[in-house]
């Protein structure tokens, strides 16, 4: 086996299957707009359509209640009678699924090749991006849309005479500021509802009193 891949937990001396770029036409060759919306891998687009899918599954379908019910609390969810194992498992292998296209876009696509730990911490990025989006799929495309030029200008600063330390650590960064600014919402949302409630308690007291 080390014979054929030369080192362990890399392929680069083996043949890697690859897939194209897709071109847009007319989209194309419009300037500026189309180097931007044209020209990338198809997993790109795969991913952006993807989006519309758990959305729709999500909040459309019968099956999408049932995914955020047992998410949301999974024994209310078995007193309504929902089969809260089946649905874990399939929330499970759909997880799963998007999870492999997203390696195969890293090794198809983006190197081409498979390497060891070349993820490079991704996966927690994208945990970042899914709570930073309020576990909701437009917003969450959003926040990865935000890290993802985070990590587009850490490669363009890199052929710029600056710290490679400092210009590895801006999608971390950002995801760092990015949590704490969700932090901060979060917090805010709950002491507001705690006052709204502490108010709608004070009212009926007093209304019981009158």
């Not at 194309?28 to 997993?43: A, T």
């Not at 498992?89 to 876009?105: P, Q, T, W």
């Not at 945990?127 to 200008?153: C, E, Q, S």
């Not at 490669?155 to 760092?176: C, F, M």
């Amino acid at each position: 086996m080390y014979s054929l891949i030369g080192e362990k937990g890399n392929t680069s001396t083996l043949a890697s299957l690859s897939v194209p770029n897709v071109v847009i036409p007319f989209i194309h060759d419009i300037p500026v707009l189309g180097p931007i919306l044209s020209g990338h891998p198809v997993f790109t687009y795969i991913a952006f359509f993807s989006v519309w899918v758990i959305y729709i599954l999500m909040y459309r379908t019968r099956l999408g209640v049932h995914m955020r019910a047992v998410g949301e609390n999974p024994a209310a969810a078995t007193t309504l009678g929902i089969n809260v194992h089946r649905v874990q498992y399939i929330a499970l292998a759909i997880s799963g699924f998007f999870a492999a296209l997203g390696g195969m876009s890293l090794s198809m696509a983006y190197l081409q090749m498979f390497q060891r730990e070349m993820a490079a911490g991704r996966g927690w990025i994208g945990i970042a991006a899914v709570n930073l989006g309020a576990l909701r799929p437009i917003p969450t495309l959003i926040a990865a849309m935000v890290f993802g030029f985070a990590d587009a200008l850490a490669n363009q600063l890199g052929s710029l005479n600056i710290p490679s330390q400092l210009v590895q650590s801006i999608p971390y960064a950002t995801t760092v500021i990015g949590l704490a600014v969700y932090s901060i919402q979060q917090r805010r949302v709950a002491i507001e509802r705690q006052k709204k409630y502490a108010s709608a308690h004070y009212e009926e007291a007093a209304s019981e009193a009158e």
